[in-house]
């Protein structure tokens, strides 16, 4: 069987097969893992540029449909399998709500997103990822507010797929056929005579693509959705998902690269306004991120605020930047899955998603400690783990074009992403560590070998990232630029410099093997309990101080409340509400019409034919 | 053969921890008299450092767990390993990777496994002591960017030896003379970064008992104040290397160093704490300002690199 | 070893880090000590905020029993080597309140005491004076109270559990009162 379609047929099949022994929970997710682990096998079958193409006739045209690998797309089927791999493999451990057969289905809609070259089996499985995502956000803990969760992100889901359906038909009325190829190339080529037809035509693709990515201003469902949503879904919600967004926005931002273009500060008009966006996003989403008591919010909005970097680096559309953006694409997908696990694992311990509730978790559940740990390590971007090189290539990249504020932004934004991640580390994990917590157990051998893959695929991918940047490379040269120069595995070739990870993590693993000797040998140090603590002279006892009340971790960051508080007066969220209330108004408006009265609806219809025969629509 | 570079290596890059060590260690004891001067008293003398590390050393401590002892090694272990990509006067340990962004980075990395050590301590006082210093450090570090910026895209390279060579030839080659508004911006950071007044709000000794440090004592205050001492010497060698032309030679290159640390102990002499959302809303006005207009200048004057 | 414990006690003298805890009256006599006009920075003696950092407590004056209790819990918070320094009349036989319910009479008895420093009270000379002492009492390896409160734990526990008796907690109801909510 023809491989691309079999990376169609074989997540369909276990689907359907999941769906029918849907019953026995672990038989599901057993099916699930192993319907992932052979679409991976599938994958070592496929090349860049295998095509697979087939005819439906439709409306009376004869519409050629198709699979392709380009080099993007086997990028990301690399990236996402491999992902939902290690996530089913945990959930085999959970009592996770996860229905599996619904997470396959995204699988089936996800490769057949990466892998379409025309635009109605793109939209097509673009709805079919929709549906079954929303379907599976239902089964939350919560039933009341998984459904408004859910019933958030359907909203603007299928506002964006609709306005990328008015795209679609629009753009194909105009070109004849339905290939994103010509399409596309249509585009490029009118782009000078109408730039603002292509750009409106353009934006309607670009909502759809926004919302996914939660990209500002779309970007209000994703606290709510991550929130309600299944513990077992949500790293594939944040980690895969987001990516079908930044997939979209490659497909079209090769029509910047005509030089007609006016530009602005060096850039395509179109590319600094995403750029400005990315910028925002990454902004927002981390400075809203260190406010919150939830865990799940806050780190639904720090994995948008990571989609801003990525989308400010690929607006750029240089070699820089496009594989810097990728590179935060795949560094994203592997910390964010990392830290989703491990907070999923310890949710599932704990029993509650209030940061303010738990404390002193280390002490408990060690390994996921370290792992959390080496988590936020590399998402704060710090070498030599796996975050540093995608952030200090963004960086670069920004500077190289003299975007003064956008380095700002960004700089800034990756500031906030050390405070949120310190106050999600202290509060859960480390601190004092409550009664109530007193027979917590770690996770079970499932969960420590993710942990430990996940742990190892950090400083693997930190040390050595020359892994990924070649598979960049390619894509970038496919896009038509000119790719960085690479050298070794070990090494990042930015723009103005270059640095060796080996050479980076030896020095660091010298100087610790230094600081620990430097441990031993000096006096030695006698081990308290936690209720051994500096209490200003009092007894604890006597004042009944539990480690609840000793724990630090409501409101960690009050005084930038009172900074920050005037920007936050405009709420996009608000704007949204008000948006649906008005809506809602027309609608009851329009329901009045129909009062059930048989009188009134006489007179409608006698009222309405004398203005038809008025206006001579109706020959009397 | 590698194995004899590599040991001449570590041999050197031991030499180097060791001076970076002393001289920040001299720094603060010599800090310590001109404060004590200024305030018309006799103060320590100038080894005085020396023989509270020493003393600290001897001395027993307590410990709360396994990260607490791994974060606080973590917390000078990274500082260390950044001095061997800084260039110090002529002597460059490892020139291929003196990334500066990276540098900062790897500062980072020092802080965050501080800020795990203190915070296993389970003392409320550490939290809302981490929690102000990186409230600070979210105000610092922005200026600091746009500094980054503007030394990156004049010198059109991010190694710092090469930014170092650039200012070779001469007093009026130097970056400070070049780029004074940036000059001013960093100096203005680099009071933030090394926590000293107006800033030092992370300690705050009267306030929340020193903050981060309140379980710490002996061996583990030991690894605080190297953390400390050698974050000095990276800094100051940062903005020497940055700004002032770096050295021909190790005298030259600390005595410069040493001159940026008599401004901080000056401004720390005289000026009083702020209160944490002040100091940080501070940096984003007048030091900000400063860092983007002399980023503005940078470009009007030569150009962006469109790659 | 010998030679080695020289040198550690001379670095050990010349930094000592008090333990900014003003316990009694005799605490006004230490801000002069500490600024400009009595400097006592220049032997290396300087506030620390916590017991973990400190070597040296200053019982400054009269001791209630209420604040002997927690002298005692942060005296054992202190790490080892420290020395306490009694302060004043009062720790040495009472002082002006010898006669009084609340007030312990011999310092000595609950926690061992390296340096006494007379006085009613002591003005700041007389501290760095003392302060002086100790540094040559550390240097020569003399101060070593610490050890013998360990040695003799139990018998200062008891006198402590003595005293302490009468300092049933203040608070009844401890739970009601400081229920959070």
């Known amino acids: ?134 379907l599976m956000i239902f089964g939350g803990k919560h039933e009341e507010k998984s459904r408004h969760g859910a ?102 931002l090769p029509l910047t690269l005509n030089e007609h273009v006016p530009s602005v500060f060096g850039l395509a008009w179109p590319n600094y306004v995403l750029l400005w966006f990315g910028s925002v996003t990454a902004v927002v989403g981390s400075v809203l991120a260190f406010m919150q008591d939830d865990v799940k919010k806050l780190f639904a909005y720090s994995s948008f605020s990571n989609l801003g970097f990525i989308l400010a680096a690929i607006s750029l559309f240089t070699p820089i930047g496009l594989t810097a953006g990728l590179f935060h694409a795949f560094n994203h997908l592997l910390f964010n899955g990392a830290i989703f696990i491990t907070v999923i694992a310890v949710i599932s311990k704990v029993g509650t998603t209030r ?37 200090w290539m963004i960086f670069q990249a920004m500077i190289s074009h003299g975007l003064i504020f956008a380095t700002v932004l960004l700089f800034f934004a990756s500031i906030a992403s050390f405070l949120y991640l310190m106050r999600a580390f202290h509060a859960i994990f480390l601190g004092q560590l409550s009664h109530k917590y007193d027979n917590l157990k770690e996770v079970s051998m499932i969960g420590k070998i993710t942990e430990v893959f996940l742990l190892g695929a950090l400083i693997f991918f930190g040390i050595l990232p020359g892994f990924i940047l070649d598979p960049i490379d390619s894509i970038v040269s496919a896009f038509g630029l000119k790719p960085l120069p690479t050298s070794g595995y070990e090494y990042i070739n930015g723009f103005f410099s270059s640095i060796n990870m080996v050479s980076i993590f030896i020095v660091v693993i010298i100087a610790f093997i230094f600081g620990f000797a430097l441990f031993a040998v000096v006096a030695k140090h006698k081990k308290v309990p936690q209720e051994d603590n500096y209490t200003a002279g009092q007894i604890p006892q006597d004042w009944n101080l539990t480690p609840e009340m000793y724990q630090f971790g409501y409101d960690f960051y009050e005084p930038m409340d009172k900074e920050l508080a005037p920007f936050l007066k405009v709420k996009i969220d608000g704007f949204f509400k008000g948006f649906g209330e008005s809506v809602k108004y027309i609608g009851g408006a329009v329901k009045e019409i129909f009062t059930g009265n048989v009188q009134i609806y006489t007179y409608l219809a006698v009222g309405g034919l004398v203005i038809f025969v008025i206006a001579g629509w109706v020959v009397w | 053969m590698v194995i004899v570079e590599f040991l001449i290596k570590l041999a050197q890059g031991f030499g180097i921890g060791a001076l970076a060590l002393a001289t920040g260690l001299l720094f603060g004891g010599i800090g310590r008299k001109i404060m004590a001067r200024i305030q018309r008293r006799y103060g320590p003398p100038f080894t005085q450092n020396f023989i509270d590390l020493f003393k600290l050393f001897s001395k027993g401590s307590v410990s709360h767990g396994w990260a607490f002892d791994l974060g606080l090694v973590a917390g000078f272990a990274p500082m260390l390993a950044a001095i061997m990509f ?174 940026l640390y008599f401004v901080v102990i000056l401004v720390d002499a005289i000026l009083p704490r702020l209160r944490i959302h002040e100091a940080t809303s501070f940096f984003w006005k007048l030091p900000l300002f400063l860092g983007i207009l002399q980023a503005v200048i940078v470009i009007i004057q030569g150009g962006v690199l469109n790659v | 070893m010998s030679e080695w414990t020289e040198i ?100 000595d008895k609950y926690i061992p005491v390296d340096i006494y420093i007379a006085g009613c009270m002591p003005r700041p000379e007389a501290i760095l004076d003392a302060f002086v002492k100790l540094k040559e009492m550390v240097q020569k390896g003399e101060a070593k109270g610490y050890e013998k409160y360990v040695k003799n734990y139990d018998w200062y526990k008891a006198n402590q559990d003595r005293v302490l008796k009468r300092t049933s907690p203040v608070l009844k109801e401890i739970e009601k009162v400081t229920k959070i909510g």
């Open chain 1, 1 to 134: 069987m023809n491989s691309l379609l079999a990376l169609l047929i074989v997540p369909i099949t276990g689907s359907a097969v999941a769906a029918i022994l849907h019953r026995y929970r672990f038989v599901e997710r057993l099916i699930t893992f192993l319907t992932f682990c052979g679409t991976f096998l599938f994958l070592f079958g496929i090349k860049v540029g295998d095509i697979f193409t087939w005819h439906l006739d439709f409306l009376g045209k004869n519409v050629e449909m198709g699979l392709q690998i380009t080099p993007l797309s086997i990028f990301m089927l690399y990236m996402t399998i491999a992902f939902g791999i290690v996530l089913t493999f945990y959930n085999l451990s959970e009592r996770s709500k996860m229905k599996g057969f619904l997470l396959l289905l995204t699988l089936t809609a996800s490769n057949w997103i990466f892998m379409s070259t025309d635009l109605i089996s793109f939209f097509f499985a673009w709805e079919l990822m929709g549906w079954s995502s929303i």
């Open chain 1, 151 to 252: 019933l958030y992100y359907a909203m603007m889901s299928i506002g964006g797929s609709y306005s990328m359906l008015i795209g679609i038909f629009l753009l194909s009325n105009l070109t004849g056929t339905f290939s994103i190829q010509s399409n596309v190339s249509y585009l490029m080529s009118i782009m000078s005579v109408h730039p603002w037809w292509v750009l409106g035509m353009v934006s309607l693709f670009f909502v759809a693509f926004m919302v996914k990515s939660g990209i500002f201003p779309f970007h209000t469902w994703v606290p709510y959705t991550y929130g309600e949503a299944p513990d077992g879904f949500v790293p594939y919600l944040s980690s895969v998902m987001s990516k079908y967004g930044v997939y979209g926005f490659l497909i079209f």
């Open chain 1, 355 to 391: 940061m303010s509730e738990m404390g002193g978790i280390w002490q408990k559940m060690p390994l996921t400690f370290l792992t959390f740990f080496i988590g936020i390590a590399a998402a704060a971007g710090i070498p030599p783990f796996a975050g540093f090189g995608s952030k």
């Open chain 2, 86 to 259: 800084l260039p110090i006067g002529p002597f460059t340990l490892l020139p291929s990777d003196s990334s500066l962004i990276m540098i900062v980075y790897l500062m980072m990395m020092a802080y965050l496994g501080m800020a795990m050590g203190v915070l296993a301590s389970g003392n409320p006082n550490s939290a809302i002591g981490m929690s102000r210093a990186l409230m600070l450090m979210a105000g610092y570090e922005v200026p600091f960017a746009a500094v980054i910026f503007s030394v990156y895209l004049f010198s059109k390279t991010g190694y710092l030896t090469q930014i170092v060579a650039q200012q070779s030839g001469g007093f009026m080659n130097w970056n400070i003379v070049k780029m004074p508004l940036g000059f001013l911006a960093v100096e203005i950071a680099l009071q933030g970064m090394l926590g000293e007044k107006p800033f030092d709000q992370a300690i705050a000794p009267a306030e929340i008992a020193s903050g981060p440090m309140v379980e710490l004592g002996g061996k583990y205050l030991g690894f605080g104040m190297i953390q400390h001492s050698v974050g000095l010497f990276l800094e100051t060698g940062i903005v020497v290397d940055l700004f002032l032309g770096g050295a021909p030679n190790f005298w030259i290159f600390i005595a410069k160093q040493f001159v």
């Open chain 3, 8 to 107: 550690v006690d001379y670095f050990r003298g010349r930094s000592m880090w008090m333990l900014h805890y003003c316990t009694g009256c005799g605490a006004i006599e230490l801000p002069p000590t500490m600024t400009s006009r009595w400097d006592m920075e220049r032997f290396g003696i300087t506030p620390m905020a916590t017991p973990r950092q400190a070597d040296i407590l200053l019982i400054t004056g009269y001791l209630a029993i209420k604040t002997l209790k927690r002298v005692v819990y942060t005296y054992e918070q202190m790490q080892a080597p420290k020395w306490v320094l009694g302060f004043g009349s009062c720790t040495i036989n009472g002082g002006i309140y010898w006669d009084s319910y609340n007030v312990i009479e011999s310092l």
